[in-house]
T-cell receptor, first 107, second 113 residues
């Protein structure tokens, strides 16, 4: 399995602050994806970063990828209460997921 | 609108009864997946299908069964052999196996009384 592992398990911040969560993996990859899950809902695809990319932006999301360290980070800037959710990484189109990071943004 | 529809959203069953969860997609995707999620946990892969009339076991297939007779449909049966079936079940699809973005349904919450 090429499953990624998210860190930290839980993160609590104030509205307006930035949130950073990380994903580590063990094998060489072609791409890595991030997903969000609101409580009691399905997962929603956020962003895909390829192995030849070091950084990618989508709105308030910034994803970095360091293939030498086999890690990726997801930064959410100027967080909002609506960003409260669990965030998962998926590695190399693998269909498996880690335990995720539970983000709580307090108003 | 294209997407994945899971039904029912909530389901209550007595212990020992088989239950079938429906998953339908109109995205013309080849690959479909079933996951189980327990409270506060990640997703665990139950079964996946890369093409019609073919499917493979995931990491926790015991006590579950699936069929893939049509491209659009991938129903999951939770059998009485599943020791702890109470969970949130998610279905997903992708255009082709191992080709990127997974599209998820809204889930089915099964409670066994």
């Amino acid at each position: 399995s090429q499953q990624g592992e998210e860190d930290p398990q839980a993160l609590s911040i104030q509205e307006g602050e930035n949130a950073t969560m990380n994903c580590s993996y063990k094998t060489s990859i072609n791409n890595l994806q991030w997903y969000r899950q609101n409580s009691g809902r399905g997962l929603v695809h956020l962003i895909l970063i390829r192995s030849n990319e070091r950084e990618k932006h989508s709105g308030r999301l910034r994803v970095t990828l360091d293939t030498s360290k086999k890690s990726s980070s997801l930064l959410i800037t100027a967080s909002r209460a609506a960003d409260t959710a669990s965030y998962f990484c998926a590695v190399q189109n693998d269909m498996r997921f880690g335990a995720g990071t539970r983000l709580t943004v307090k108003p | 609108d294209g997407g994945i529809t899971q039904s029912p959203k909530y389901l209550f069953r007595k212990e020992g009864q088989n239950v079938t969860l429906s998953c339908e997609q109109n995205l013309n995707h080849d690959a479909m997946y079933w996951y189980r999620q327990d409270p506060g946990q990640g997703l665990r892969l139950i079964y996946y299908s890369q093409i019609v009339n073919d499917f493979q076991k995931g990491d926790i297939a015991e006590g579950y069964s699936v069929s893939r007779e049509k491209k659009e449909s991938f129903p999951l049966t939770v059998t009485s052999a599943q020791k702890n079936p109470t969970a949130f079940y998610l279905c997903a699809s992708s255009m082709a196996p191992n080709t990127g973005e997974l599209f998820f349904g809204e889930g089915s919450r099964l409670t066994v009384l």
